[in-house]
């Protein structure tokens, strides 16, 4: 069995046990399950069948180099959110022509940087955007590939503060706009149109808008080739010859038990949305793949008597090494490493973070903690680490990959010095 499971009462990965690796390397540490990224990953690809198309991982959900080399690996290419994250991609090993740079602001300095690599698509959030680097394909004597993000309008129906698709949200370029850059960006001639691409949020949990946000773009696909019949009769601009639809990420993951659209289900939903383009299909999953692969594991460092009915149990990990539960709610499953006789009793586990929402997880029925026990915070491989923070002066955890049996160290736990290094 590959992943996080009990045997003899206490949680392995893959087979090493959470306590060595803990023991070993002190807590908070996040743990990652080679295998368990392979089988994402390829769960995803596989489901495409013969269809043209490419997993874009997105670097933004863990880009933590021995992950990002590890999709690389598998032959994933690279969604990067900002010049940094192309940089970490290269130094993984992608090429240029395998990443995109996604990104609602991307700052000029960026963009200077960016438009010379030659990427796969700089994927444009605007028409101000595109005409800043069209100026600098100009300069430089080159031509641009750009996809144009297109705002939907179509509700993700997931937290708030990860829909991306409506019109009130600050992504992408409005319909409207995008309609009329169809027909003018074919004599743009710094600019080489690639793909159209959309992305409606993340933590997805039914295919249905992410149907209809691909319908939305296959349509698009569709007005396009209309310019292009028109202008070839016409004196207009040149033929804009897609490459591929870029259709973003979002596919969420069961945190609590609740079933959620399998992978087939959201591909065939893909595919039965853009099949009629003939286009390739670019997908940016990022939590659907490092999402499961990780747990975060931790220390029972207090307990304390909270009302009749629970303790505080103080782990030494909270918002600052794992941000979701304070940022958005978000559920993750808790459960201690070892397993202690007795009834369950139920906890509050709190970070040790100065802030009351530095709650872990609320309300928790869980064999007896002691301090000084290890638990497991599951399915924390996704927007986990990239997330966290020095807040409190905490160091940034360890990080460890365990694969065929065997666990490293793939990034070492911050020291004092690491963080003032850049102070005077
Ligand atoms: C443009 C874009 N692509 C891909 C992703 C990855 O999303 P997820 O991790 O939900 O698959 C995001 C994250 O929100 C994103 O903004």
């Not at 290269?90 to 602001?105: C, E, L, N, P, Y």
């Not at 144009?148 to 509700?155: C, E, Q, T």
């Not at 853009?274 to 692969?293: F, K, N, Y």
Request: proline share 5%.
């Amino acid at each position: 069995m590959i992943g996080f499971s009990r045997a003899d009462q206490t949680l392995v990965c893959d087979g090493v046990p959470l306590s060595a690796i803990a023991e070993a390397e002190g807590t908070p540490v996040y743990v990652y399950s080679a295998a368990v990224l392979r089988e994402r990953y390829r769960a995803i690809d596989g489901a495409f069948g013969r269809h043209p198309h490419r997993l874009h991982y997105a670097l933004k959900a863990n880009s933590t180099l021995a992950v990002a080399r590890t999709l690389r690996e598998l032959g994933s290419g690279a969604d990067a959110n900002s010049i940094w994250e192309i940089e970490l991609a290269r130094k993984a090993g992608f090429s240029t022509a395998d990443i995109v740079f996604t990104g609602v602001g991307k700052s000029p300095a960026e963009l200077e940087c960016a438009v010379p690599l030659g990427l796969k698509a700089i994927n444009v959030e605007s028409v101000g955007e595109l005409a800043r680097v069209e100026e600098i394909a100009a300069r430089l004597g080159m031509t641009a590939r750009v996809a144009l993000r297109v705002n939907p309008d179509i509700d993700a129906k997931s937290h708030p503060h990860i829909s991306t698709g409506l019109k009130i949200n600050k992504f992408g370029i409005p319909i409207d706009e995008v309609r009329a850059l169809f027909k003018t960006i074919g004599s743009r001639p710094a600019l080489k149109l690639v793909a159209v691409h959309v992305h409606i949020g993340s933590q997805v949990t039914s295919t249905e808008p992410l149907a209809r946000s691909a319908a939305l773009v296959a349509d698009l696909v569709a007005e396009l080739r209309d310019v292009n019949a028109r202008q070839a009769r016409g004196a207009g601009a040149g033929p804009v010859a897609l490459e591929y639809v870029d259709l973003g990420g979002g596919l969420g993951i069961s945190y609590d038990g609740r079933t959620m659209p399998t992978v087939a289900e959201y591909v065939t939903a893909l595919l039965n949305a853009v099949a009629p383009t003939g286009l390739p299909i670019v997908i940016e999953p990022g939590r659907a793949i490092v999402g499961p692969s990780g747990t975060l594991v931790a220390r029972v460092i207090d307990l304390k008597p909270r009302n009749a009915d629970s303790q505080f149990a103080v782990l030494d990990a909270g918002m600052a090494e794992l941000m979701r539960p304070a940022l958005y709610n978000a559920y993750h499953a808790v459960e201690p490493v070892s397993l202690r006789a007795g009834s369950e009793t139920q906890y509050e586990l709190v970070g040790p973070i100065c802030e009351s929402a530095d709650v872990v997880a609320r309300d928790r029925l869980l064999t007896p903690l002691e301090v000084g026990d290890l638990v497991a915070i599951r399915d924390a491989g996704a927007y986990g680490s990239a997330m966290a923070s020095n807040y409190n002066r905490h160091p940034l955890p360890a990080e460890v990959l365990v694969d065929n049996g065997q666990w490293r160290v793939i990034r070492r736990r911050q020291t004092i010095d690491d963080m003032t290094a850049l102070e005077s």
